[in-house]
């Protein structure tokens, strides 16, 4: 192996420029590997000429205590269902992953990390079938895949999401309030369920688990008859009531994500319909949740499935994603990876947790 190629896909999150470090410092080990970036997902490569820039010691020192990416991202990047604009304004899609593969061996490139989320790691999987030498490293704030116990960027999330909670627990008490803080997390509830357990919440509503809302209303009501007279509720951005929908738009600019957010402010029109006692209010955390400084666990994991990256490239373990197992960086095919979701099972230790704690989850 000479050449390597790293690309980030999908959105940002906190930890991602640490596993750049960590394939930087750790190619060094193995004599002369040069490690390239792809800006922008492979874009970068596609486009003409290749805007790919060399990840050497210099451009990738200290930048494991920054948020964000230095190779940039984007959701627009998928290389087998490329977004074409249209003398319309419309999208259309265009299958270049051929081409990408061609540009990526003119390149030289020996092998590639792919450091994505779930859609990210579908496009691995299509690229290593197609016969590209490729590597996963799971990353997602969401904690949403199942071939790891935790992905980096997770951590940092919560802790900003419990920070915010926090402040508003001090305004729902001084006010006697209902305060609503919608996090993400898409379809999985961990970012919710973390805060809420971590924060002290009285509500926690999760995907996984459809609301009724005369029985968050009853919770609701009961604090402000007898009890403390105020209560902070989290709420998962893809959570919905029973015979619910999830809130959410259509993605624009030839992204095909549907974006969700909004709930909270759902859910406080559903509490003034429905007799809630308290004043309500709702704060959605947003992108916010993405930025910035990763906490120390992340960097830690992230330069670990850095690391490890690269010593799967060297032994040629292609087809491959990093996962972090019951406490050991290992990995798993790319097949396995993405062929399951990570929701919170009803039956998990910290919904228990929760439960026990007092904390309804409006079921
Ligand atoms: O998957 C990470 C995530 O932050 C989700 O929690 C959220 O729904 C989505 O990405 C937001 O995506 P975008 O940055 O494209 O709005």
Redesign the pocket.
């Known amino acids: 192996m000479k050449k390597i190629l790293v690309a980030c896909g ?4 906190p930890g991602l420029n640490a596993v750049i470090r960590g394939i930087s410092r750790a190619a060094k080990h193995y004599g002369d590997i040069e490690v390239w970036g792809s800006m922008e997902a492979f874009n970068g490569v596609l486009s003409e000429p290749a805007d790919i820039v060399k990840l050497n010691k210099k451009r990738t020192a200290g930048i494991h205590v920054k948020g964000g990416t230095i190779i940039r991202t984007t ?1 627009k990047g998928n290389p087998l269902a490329f977004p074409i604009l249209q003398s319309d304004g419309t999208y259309a899609t265009k299958d270049r992953s051929g081409e990408l593969i061609k540009k990526i061996r003119k390149n030289g490139f020996d092998a590639v990390i792919n450091i994505g ?1 779930d859609g990210s790691q579908k496009i691995s999987l299509e690229l290593y079938k197609k016969g590209l030498n490729i590597i996963g490293v799971p990353k ?3 904690n ?1 895949l199942s071939a790891t116990d935790r992905t980096f960027g997770f951590a940092t ?1 919560v802790q900003i999401a419990t920070d915010c909670f926090d402040k508003l627990v001090t305004t729902a008490e001084s006010h006697h309030r209902v305060i609503i803080m919608e996090v ?3 379809d999985a509830g961990w ?1 919710a369920l973390h805060t809420a357990i971590a924060g002290g919440a009285e509500i926690c509503l999760i995907p996984e688990i459809p609301y009724d809302i005369k029985k968050v209303v009853k919770k609701i009501n009961k604090r402000y008859t007898k009890g403390r007279g105020f209560v902070n509720i989290v709420i998962s ?2 959570a919905k009531a029973k015979n619910g929908t999830v809130t959410g738009t259509a ?1 624009t600019d030839g ?1 095909t ?1 549907v ?3 909004g709930v909270a402010n759902v859910l406080r029109h559903q509490l003034e319909t429905n007799g809630c006692k308290g004043q309500v209010r709702s704060t959605i955390l ?2 916010i ?2 930025g910035g400084t990763p906490t120390a666990y992340d960097r830690i994991l992230a330069t670990a499935m850095g690391v490890k990256a690269i010593e799967m490239v060297v032994d040629q373990q292609f087809g491959k994603m990093v996962s972090f197992r019951n406490n050991k960086i290992s990995s798993v095919s790319l097949k396995s990876a993405v062929s399951e979701y990570n929701f919170v099972d009803k039956k998990n230790y910290l919904v228990n947790v929760a439960r026990k704690m007092g904390i309804s989850f409006g079921d």
């Open positions: 999908g959105g940002d999150c959701n989320g997602t704030i969401d949403d999330a993400m997390g898409r970012i951005e893809g993605g992204d994500h974006k969700l957010g947003g992108h949740q993405r």
